[in-house]
């Protein structure tokens, strides 16, 4: 073995990292700035996700520091600073965008509310969310839903694919009283896939939604207590330089490099939403596994090698492992070799053994480290026996 690496079972060190973070919460439990997009964050996504980490450490353990902090957090994600108004879940603060942080926001915020509610045995945290997931417009003929802005104002729908998937992707985590009219516009969302999905014929998944929306005559209106929102046509979200520049060559390569950076976390979220819904017949469609076939194939890895919005950010070395375990046809084996793959490069390309966190290569090292809960949804089995090699604090040279 390498004198510089050490190896280190993978729960092991999913909860050493954990530990460091519960003993240095001002150094890791902190804001991000949503990684090269530089928006400054609340903290909301990152206590979403530490959430996460500290339920599976507590599986694991049954220490009880854990379950406190899981607490801790799940009461800040309900508390009024992080839903100010009564709305959705305050997510980013920067002039020109929304401050919820699209669909996308809310549902980093409904995956660990349920958690919440499962781990302390407690339906508020999921009621909650079940709340903000309701106050959202859905449009039933397209399968989409309107953002909404913290105060309460319907914003147009979401035109990012992913947004759009990992909103219905955790939404079917809420074991709520109205569980099953959540999972009907979730299935309804899963109906129109056809539509709003554009998969290439390499099998990648393109990150905006291409589908035109005829807006004749679709209004919707919401009330309450606090406010009246007027009447506000369901607008898609595609602006003029957008759509001026669609058949613009750097347009189009641009969307093809964010795309590939995004395509195991697209995965990623239909791989969670098998789980909630295995027997839709969209699992059985020829671009969904072109899909599963690509996220596999040497092109793909290839075309993350120097993708700003794999390894830095959507870190592929934490969800292809995940995706191949629900996704595939591989066995026990073969997951742990090609985990071992995956984590080794990431933690190659990311992990620092002086500060604990991935803060190397990275343009966002507080969200990219708090990103270690999606390992969690990883078979204990394969969590139990994956190796990582994690260099040696004594022979470790930073180099970015």
Known sequence: MNSKLRKMILSDFLISIADKALSEPRRFLQPGHNGPYNDPETPVRNYGHWLITFSKCYEFTGEQIYLDKVRELAEYLISDDARPHGFSF?????????????????????????YASSILVDPKYAEVAEGVFFQHHFNDGYGLWNRLEIEGDILSVDNTFNHQLWFASCAALLNTPRREEILGKVIRFMECLPQNLSVLDSGLIYHPIERPLNHNGLVHSIKSKLKKVANTSIRFYWNKEKKSNHYNKEYNDKMLIKSVGYHQFNMYAFALLKESIPDHQFWKSSEFQMSVDYLISGEFKEGLSDNIYGYPYNPPGFEVPYVSSVLTDMNESELVNLSCWWLNEQIKRCYNPKTQMMDRNTKDSLTLTARIYELTRLPNSILDKTEVDIPSVEKFTTIN
């Not at 997510?91 to 349920?114: M, Y």
């Open 90 to 114: 305050h997510h980013r603060s920067i002039e020109g965008k929304d401050k919820c942080n699209g669909l996308v926001g809310q549902a980093w915020t409904f995956e660990a509310l349920a």
